[in-house]
């Protein structure tokens, strides 16, 4: 099943199918490992549901919620 990473809840993974962001976030996702093919873990979703906290590559990244909707990928 394919969606967007803003309805990963915490506690699961997926592999990431398609980041649709403009081209100056694009890169910076790039930089950080988030590309296709990726599996993510959610760590982490604020209460209010602005800022997720994502496990990829040994590392953790917070990213705004907003941001994730334009990222797709496969549970």
Known sequence: METGLDHLRPGKRAVITQVN??????RRLKD????????VYCR???PWGHVTALELRGSVLAL???DLGKIRVRC
Do not use: E, I, N, S
């Open 21 to 26: 962001t403009d081209a100056a976030l694009k």
């Open 32 to 39: 950080f490992g988030l590309v296709p093919g990726t599996t």
């Open 44 to 46: 982490y979703r604020c």
């Open 64 to 66: 705004r919620t907003r």
